[in-house]
């Protein structure tokens, strides 16, 4: 095979040319100038972030949007050090993302020299994989690996830290044709026997239910999914991560469970008896107190990461596999068995489905609306009529991102991008930032809380320059909500460094930035100015001042099951006269 004299730097390019890399998001520095002047002449694109840990969160929306790698670079030190929120969130989030940072020259490493950080020893616990890189003859291996280590089984971040001297030092380059990774495993194709036995169980079953998680939407199992669940013709439900794995229009989806999940979603997941977890972790966030969690239910759990079965909950059936392979397979055995065991229990599960839609009729998610203040709730409403299930939202973490997962619909997977398991508020602009690159020609919602975006305001100066069409809407009641939510049910509403006091004047923020952008306080205004957001080509900023002392329903508190959900505002007693 041929080869020819490279430095580090060009290698590395050469390197993300061959993954398929389109772009990248970064921050350069003393150390990676190497990697940079390389760049310079580069057909790779280079987004200049504002800041490096939204480098990460852009590299995350362009990830979750399409099921490509994301990459981002940093240089050393505070370079790196910022990446480790984005890192971590990824990795929570199971984000195939590729790191690459800028490491002082191996023979400082130790002396503690300008901007050095033990980049490798911080970011340890918080990727899938780490590298030091210490020589330049290493770094085309280095490099596959990790663009394989983050994409394959359970995607998560993977981080490349490389000192300056191996940027700069050259060597012949040889192309690496194959990798050998012997201590990494993957079980992809599930138990041929466990598979049966899961058919059967889900026939057997007078109350099935189908938990669906974030490892249907990484594994692209969507339609197999929407098959297993039209064959059984059970209920489904989607966590927060899965959104858009069924279609939110489909008759057999209830909605997301758990702790602001609807009412017929978690009095299912608890009356069930079969309950069948397909790529996903039985997060708190789902299950309230475990103990009292799917109580009568036999669980079925399929993950393609072993160390998830039985973690947090034990599974009557694991099976470790590829959701998409193992359903598959599982469709065609259900199908089989269909004619001989479907009819058995045929009463029962017409009276779960009936069970289902009581539950449904008699405590619906139930959008608030009013004449004289917009609630959040009626903004939500506002985006789903003009998405119609097919934009692109990035949410930032907070309320917002609870009513947005409750009304806004999704019919298809990778249209909802937020930041699950870590709730990193600052996420929502930065990974819209990375989804408009990823899909130029799709409607891309930011949707904002008061707090997140302006965690993240340096970066409308990223979107200024490219000319990105993201809608940045801000759903601003003053307040750190979820915060002054949690103070007013359970501290005796003793609000405490929640009230965001100051706001910028949208309109002539986003013109300081060469952008559009306004404030609306109407209802009556809401459509309309929501609507010349959207019109208007490029990128828009919307202000929207909601009620400031809504909170969130159906809530499960701290510590309850997931049956014992508060669904509204205290209700005052009547005192006899």
Known sequence: MSSNLMSGARMLLECLTREGVECLFGYPGG???????????????HV??????????????????????????????????????????????????????????????????????????????????????????????????AFHLAKSG??????????????????????????????????????????????????????????????IVAAEASGELRELVETLDAPAVCTLMALGAMPSSHRNFISMPGMHGSYAANMAMTGCDLLIALGTRFDDRVTGRLAAFAPHARIIHLDIDPSEIGK?????????????????????????????????????????????????????????????EIKPQHLM???????????????????????????????????????????????????????????????????????GFQMSIPELATIANHGLPVKIIVMNNGHLGMVRQWQDLFYNNRLSAVQLDTFPDAQKLASAYGIKGRTVESPIELAPALQQAVDEPGPYLLNVKVSPFENVYPMVPAGAAINEMVLGPPQPVAVPK
């Open 154 to 215: 359970r995607p998560g971040p993977v981080l490349v830290d490389i000192p300056k001297d191996v940027f700069a030092a050259q060597t012949h380059y040889t192309p690496v044709g194959s990798i050998h990774l012997p201590g990494y495993k993957i079980y992809t194709e599930g138990h041929t026997g466990q598979i049966r036995r899961a058919a059967q169980m889900m026939w057997e079953s007078s109350r099935p239910m189908v938990y669906a998680g974030g490892g």
């Open 381 to 451: 409403l506002e985006i789903d009529r003009i998405s119609n299930g097919e934009a692109i939202v990035c949410s930032d973490v907070g309320q917002h991102q609870m009513w947005a997962a409750q009304f806004i619909r999704f019919n298809r997977p990778r249209h909802w991008v937020c930041s699950g398991g870590l709730g990193s508020m600052g996420f929502g602009v930065p990974s819209a930032m990375g989804a408009a690159f990823a899909n130029p020609d799709k409607l891309i919602f930011a949707i904002c809380g008061d707090g």
């Open 48 to 145: 200049l972030v504002r800041h490096e840990e939204n480098a990460v969160f852009a590299a995350s929306g362009y990830a979750m949007s399409t099921g490509k790698v994301g990459v981002c670079c940093a240089t050393s030190g505070p370079g790196a050090t910022n990446l480790v929120t984005g890192l971590v969130n990824a990795m929570m989030d199971s984000t195939p993302v590729v790191a690459l940072t800028g490491q002082v020259s191996t023979k400082l490493i130790g002396s503690d020299a300008f901007q050095e950080a033990d980049t490798f020893g911080i970011t340890r616990s918080c990727t899938k994989h780490n590298y030091l890189v210490m020589s330049v003859a290493d770094l085309p291996r280095v490099i596959h690996e």
């Open 312 to 372: 947090n909950r034990n599974a009557d059936l694991p099976i470790v596999g590829d959701a998409k392979r193992v359903l598959s397979k599982l469709n065609k055995v259900l199908a089989e068995l269909q004619p001989s065991l479907a009819q058995q229990n045929s009463d029962a599960r017409r009276a779960w489905w009936k069970q289902i839609r009581d539950w449904q009729d008699q405590n619906p998610l139930q959008p608030v609306i009013s004449a004289s």
């Open 31 to 45: 150390v990676t100038l190497p990697f940079y002047d390389a760049l310079y002449e580069h057909p790779i694109r």
